[in-house]
């Protein structure tokens, strides 16, 4: 078995979902009490989020780069950077490994097209739906991505913010999302990308008016395949 490099605290609400994730997809499939192989390096979330404020993209992406640097060193045979929002610099942080950055963005797309849907609306943090890294992203893999309106992209962020990763999950929230989705609905969304880690904390995707992608799930699937696949064999010359 592979061994998995988590960057994680952002938050570690959903950092703690990648973990129990993983570790029960493991079990399921190697039985027993069997479970993965992980290193994880979990960040100050403050210290990011003033870094996200303050536009300086460029620290963010050094502190992360040096976590997963810190990962590969130690052992790690890839890295997953364990929230959405900071792929906005997963290309220069994977750019400076030597092992796979296994890429959130690129693995949900993956999932929304294996299932047949192209135009999913994108509930997630206002840096995530707003900046382009990530709409941009999905259309360059084939798929024609949706936002909120602005008063309800407000609404969004605020809510994975101020409640959802500080632990709070509230049914009115639950209700404004849901609101959200029956606008993109009738806008013609077809499929719904929880493209913030602790969504999955308010919303059950298989619930959902449209039929919902969990982005934290995806990813944590999308490791413990890499973790189980088959060793690259080594010819000697």
Not at 19 to 31: D, K, W
Not at 100 to 112: G, K, Q, S, W, Y
Not at 204 to 221: E, K, N, Q, V, Y
Request: include cysteine.
């Amino acid at each position: 078995m592979k061994t998995i490099g988590l960057i994680g605290g952002m938050s570690f609400e959903s950092t703690a979902v990648y973990y129990r994730l993983i570790n029960e997809m493991v079990r399921a499939e190697r039985g027993g009490i069997a479970s993965a192989e992980v290193l994880m390096h979990s960040v100050n979330f403050a210290e990011i989020v003033d870094y996200q404020k303050a536009g300086r993209w460029d620290l963010a992406e050094k502190r992360l780069a040096d976590c997963a640097l810190g990962l590969q060193a130690a052992g790690a045979d890839c890295v997953l950077i364990c929230t959405n929002t900071m792929h906005l610099v997963a290309d220069g942080i994977a750019a400076r490994l030597d092992i796979p950055l296994l890429n959130i963005v690129d693995e949900t797309a993956a999932a929304i097209k294996a299932a047949g849907f192209r135009r999913p609306l994108v509930l997630a943090t206002r840096y995530t739906m707003e900046h382009g890294f990530y709409t941009d992203r999905m259309r360059a893999l084939g798929l024609d991505p949706c936002v909120p309106e602005a008063a309800d992209r407000t609404i969004v962020h605020d809510v994975i913010f101020d409640e959802l990763c500080a632990g709070m999950v509230k049914d009115t929230s639950r209700e404004a999302y849901i609101s959200v989705i029956d606008k993109a609905k009738m806008a013609g969304a077809d499929c719904v990308i929880l493209g913030c880690t602790e969504i999955c904390l308010l919303l059950d995707p298989h619930t959902l008016p449209l039929p919902g992608f969990d982005s934290t799930t995806i990813h944590a699937r999308a490791a413990v395949d890499f973790a189980m696949s088959a060793p690259e064999m080594r010819i000697a010359i």
